[in-house]
């Protein structure tokens, strides 16, 4: 004779928690363009302490992934007079976020700072990068 398996009832209020849960876990995508330089020997590099600062909360998004690009403390060389993209993947902003500023907070000068990027429903940005002084 077959085991019949019934479906658990999960309740309601459960259910919206961990709809909250799956909400806060979502990423953000911001593709970075270092524009080209006229100088021979560029070299880059990503800190892990770099964030996506809520303009309208104290809420700090972590970086969780950096592609074509290294991260410190190691360097990447860039093209002699070409634009060089590279992605950073952060963890979720909240909900009520609008807009947020890119800083890489690190202890020296020269820091990427990208300030105001306004909030989109994709949560995917592509931004040009400047450095901080």
């Known amino acids: ?22 909400e806060e876990e979502k990423q953000v995508i911001v593709h970075c363009c270092f524009p080209a ?38 360097w990447t060389a860039v093209p002699f007079m ?5 992605t950073l993947v952060f963890s979720g902003l909240p909900r009520d976020c609008k807009s947020f500023d890119l800083k890489e907070v690190i202890p020296e000068e020269g820091g990427f700072f990208v300030e105001s990027i306004k909030r989109n429903s994709l ?7 400047s450095e901080s002084y």
């Open 82 to 86: 070409q634009d060089f993209w590279f």
């Open 37 to 74: 330089s006229p100088f021979l020997g560029n070299l880059i590099r990503i800190w892990n302490s770099t964030y996506l600062l809520d303009n309208q909360s104290d809420h700090k998004s972590k970086l969780i992934h950096a592609e074509n690009i290294t991260i410190y403390p190691n």
């Open 1 to 22: 004779m077959e085991e019949v398996i019934v479906k658990p009832v999960i309740a309601k209020e459960l259910l919206e928690s961990l709809q909250t849960k799956i």
């Open 123 to 129: 949560d995917v940005y592509r931004v040009k990068i």
